[in-house]
């Protein structure tokens, strides 16, 4: 299948669900590094900086070709995970954990042909 194909068959608002998602799962994600700040050791600061960056990657490149270019099993299982993530509460401590689970969608989004594949 080529670009112009998966164009025609994605849902326009199921792709802005994800893009939402993600920018909610970003933006969830510096309020809990905020929180944690006087509890992070650089080391998870990196992780923190490279899952932020990884992030806002991946928004961009949804953006820029204004299609998600994945499976739909792959891209429904993203969304499902960034719903879950999404729903639970940002505590103290959690930072480390969204990073970790964020790494692992992320991972998933941009697998096979997915976001940020060469063509």
């Known amino acids: 299948m080529d670009d112009g194909d998966a164009l025609q068959i994605y849902d326009p608002r199921a792709f802005d669900g994800l893009v939402q998602a993600l920018e909610a799962a970003r ?7 905020a929180a944690d700040s006087k509890l992070t050791p650089p080391s998870q600061r ?3 900086l ?5 992030l806002r990657r991946c928004l961009r490149e949804l953006r820029v070709r204004q299609w998600p270019g994945l ?6 299982e993203g969304l ?3 719903s879950r993530l999404l729903s639970e509460g940002v505590s103290r401590g959690r930072s480390h954990r ?7 969608i992320l991972s998933q989004l941009e697998g096979g042909k997915g976001i940020g594949s060469d063509p």
């Open 27 to 33: 933006s969830r994600l510096a309020i809990a590094v």
């Open 80 to 82: 499902e995970n960034l």
């Open 71 to 76: 499976t739909g099993k792959s891209w429904e």
């Open 46 to 48: 990196k992780l923190y």
């Open 50 to 54: 490279e899952t932020d960056a990884r």
């Open 98 to 104: 969204m990073c970790t689970r964020l790494a692992e």
